[in-house]
């Protein structure tokens, strides 16, 4: 079975400050990693993902993110928090040879200007 | 279209009605995902099709809820006898195998 896990359900960041949204997995094999970004009344907008190579991800909107294999992590980042971040966040993996994407309960980041 | 497409966009049904969900997916995807969206929670996965053929049917709740894509192009995501817990948004999404998925914007059934 696979699973993911976003523990904060609400993560609060002034503007102009770096964030971070927290997601560990678990997962038989070798993980597909992904971050999708939820506007209200809109569907999942893809930020970016991990397949394999350089553990260090770039996508979207100047969002990146860390695999951490040894940690089960896969959490992401941005440098510089811009108040049109604000949205619902969700973390998903998948495994080698099944293609359902399992996700996360979701993190609501707000950025406070 | 660019992107993938649901409709409707909102649909009420009485306890007990048929519905019909249609989802367009991005031209030339092969796979095709339907997911249920509960209020406050994550997508939980329904059923999965590659091509016309339905290779993961695991996530459907009942038998109630049925899914078809016959000619490996637009989907039907279809629920009998419609109960209030089928309350949610379901969304379709598209992908190139591997590759990540791409959603629709979702149809939002509230059942009364």
């Known amino acids: 079975a696979q699973s993911v896990a976003q523990p904060e359900d609400q993560v609060n960041v002034a503007e102009g400050n770096p964030l971070t949204v927290k997601c560990t997995y678990s997962?038989?094999?070798?993980?597909?990693l992904f971050w999708y970004v939820q506007y209200p009344n809109r569907g999942l907008q893809f930020l970016l993902k991990y397949i394999t190579g350089d553990n260090l991800v770039k996508g979207s909107y100047g969002f990146e993110a860390e695999f951490n294999k040894s940690q089960t992590s896969f959490h992401l980042k941005k440098p510089s928090a811009l108040v049109s971040d604000s949205a619902l966040y969700f973390c998903?993996?998948?495994?080698?040879?099944?293609?359902?994407?399992?996700f996360g309960t979701g993190t609501r980041l707000t950025i406070i200007p | 279209g660019a992107g993938v497409s649901q409709s409707p966009r909102y649909k009420v049904a009485k306890r007990g009605q048929d519905v019909a969900l249609r989802c367009d997916p991005i031209?030339?995807?092969?796979?095709l995902f339907w997911y249920q969206q509960a209020l406050g929670q994550g997508p939980e996965f329904l059923t999965y099709?590659?091509?016309?053929?339905?290779?993961?049917k695991s996530g459907l709740p009942s038998d109630r809820f049925f899914a078809e894509r016959p000619e490996g192009s637009v989907s039907t995501l279809k629920i009998q006898r419609t109960q209030q817990e089928d309350s949610a948004v379901y969304l379709c999404a598209s992908s190139l195998r591997i590759y990540e998925q791409y959603f629709g914007p979702g149809t939002r059934l509230t059942v009364t």
């Open positions: 099709f590659q091509n016309e053929a339905q290779l993961d």
């Open positions: 998903a993996v998948r495994g080698l040879g099944n293609e359902k994407l399992t």
């Open positions: 031209s030339g995807h092969v796979s």
């Open positions: 997962v038989s094999g070798n993980p597909y």
